[in-house]
């Protein structure tokens, strides 16, 4: 586990952000660009959300998919200066902690930090 400071301030993207157990259905209105800044990413509807989910996360037919694992796509709101506990990176992003708030897990985009002690 690597320790990240956030390098650049950042609002979450939605209020709602989707969360998924292993096992649910889902519908893939979209994948992002597999040349892009974010390449990785699939926008999947489940029956009550929808959201941006990790192409590794889900076993896809055509534009239906089920998740392999549970997800959540918690993003933290970014203050500089604050420190990220990674437990893993996934297609651009981290998926940990702050160090101030352990039992709060979410996500960082990569570009808004930089490796930290």
Known sequence: MRRYRVIK?????????????????????????????????????????????????????????????DYDANEFELTVGEVIQSEYILNGWVWGYKVNIPEKHGWTPLNHVERYK
């Open 9 to 69: 301030e950042r609002k979450p993207e939605t209020l709602n952000p989707i969360k998924l157990k292993e096992g649910q259905s889902v519908i893939v209105k979209d994948e992002s660009d597999p040349n892009g800044e974010w390449a990785g990413w699939l926008y999947c509807e489940s029956k009550d959300n929808e959201g941006w989910v990790p192409k590794q996360l889900v076993r896809r037919k055509s534009d239906l998919g089920c998740l392999e694992y």
